[in-house]
């Protein structure tokens, strides 16, 4: 999270959005191994927790049942260029929105595991457009051989650690001028939240 306090928020129901939104994240934790870190999907439950899964395999999976761990979620990023200020004498930056989970992890049932890979599916699948796939179309072995491979977490969130770095820091003019610069060079989704949630 950024020391400023001028880019946090607590608005929990944009948390819970970002999540929804984004869908993917890291889940990091210090093990006896040194620190690791996997790439996950990741489901809010909305009462403040984070389901996600990992393979059997990964350097994680044996450490993570009762362990403390964190989770980030990164969503729109970009570089801001000093030429977007009407006084160029100042430093590029850059802006963005992150969001950090602490919590306690546990390790999900064979249910919840499968309950949860349903879950993501009709929520990706949904987003895809078109004639949805469903799990059912995998062959039964193939399905169980694959739901073996992995296992379920959830983490009971136990602190939100957000960053909205949308320049709150500089005037109206100044922010207008960034999004702008923000929307023409790429960064339209970063743009629209300075627009909206900066205000």
């Given at each position: 999270m950024?020391?400023?306090?001028?880019?946090?928020?607590?608005?929990?129901a944009?948390?819970?959005?970002?999540?929804?939104?984004?869908?993917?994240?890291m889940v990091f934790?210090?093990?006896p191994d040194?620190p690791r870190?996997?790439?996950t999907?990741?489901?809010?439950t909305?009462?403040g927790?984070v389901q996600?899964?990992?393979?059997?395999g990964?350097?994680?999976?044996?450490?993570?049942?009762?362990?403390?761990?964190?989770?980030?979620?990164?969503?729109?990023?970009a570089?801001?260029?000093?030429?977007?200020?009407?006084?160029r004498?100042?430093?590029p930056?850059?802006?963005y929105?992150?969001?950090?989970?602490?919590?306690r992890?546990r390790?999900?049932?064979?249910?919840?595991?499968?309950?949860?890979?349903?879950?993501?599916?009709?929520?990706?699948e949904?987003?895809?457009?078109?004639?949805?796939?469903?799990?059912?179309?995998?062959?039964?072995?193939?399905?169980r051989?694959l739901l073996?491979?992995i296992v379920?977490?959830?983490?009971?969130?136990?602190?939100?650690w957000?960053t909205?770095?949308?320049?709150?820091?500089?005037s109206?003019?100044?922010?207008?001028?960034?999004?702008?610069?923000?929307e023409q060079?790429?960064?339209?989704a970063l743009?629209?939240l300075?627009?909206?949630?900066?205000?």
């Open positions: 950024h020391p400023n306090a001028l880019f946090r928020s607590e608005d929990r944009l948390f819970e959005t970002l999540i929804d939104e984004i869908g993917f994240g934790m210090t093990t040194g870190v996997a790439h999907p990741l489901l809010s909305g009462d927790a996600f899964h990992i393979a059997r990964n350097a994680l999976t044996r450490y993570l049942d009762g362990g403390t761990a964190l989770v980030t979620i990164n969503g729109p990023d570089y801001v260029s000093p030429r977007w200020y009407a006084d004498g100042t430093v930056t850059w802006n929105v992150s969001l950090e989970l602490e919590g992890v390790r999900m049932g064979s249910e919840g595991l499968e309950g949860l890979l349903h879950a993501l599916i009709l929520r990706h949904g987003r895809a457009g078109g004639e949805q796939w469903k799990a059912g179309e995998t062959p039964p072995d193939m399905w051989k073996g491979a379920g977490f959830e983490l009971e969130v136990l602190a939100w957000p909205f770095k949308l320049s709150q820091n500089k109206a003019a100044e922010r207008a001028a960034i999004a702008s610069g923000l060079h790429g960064s339209p743009a629209h300075m627009r909206t949630l900066s205000e």
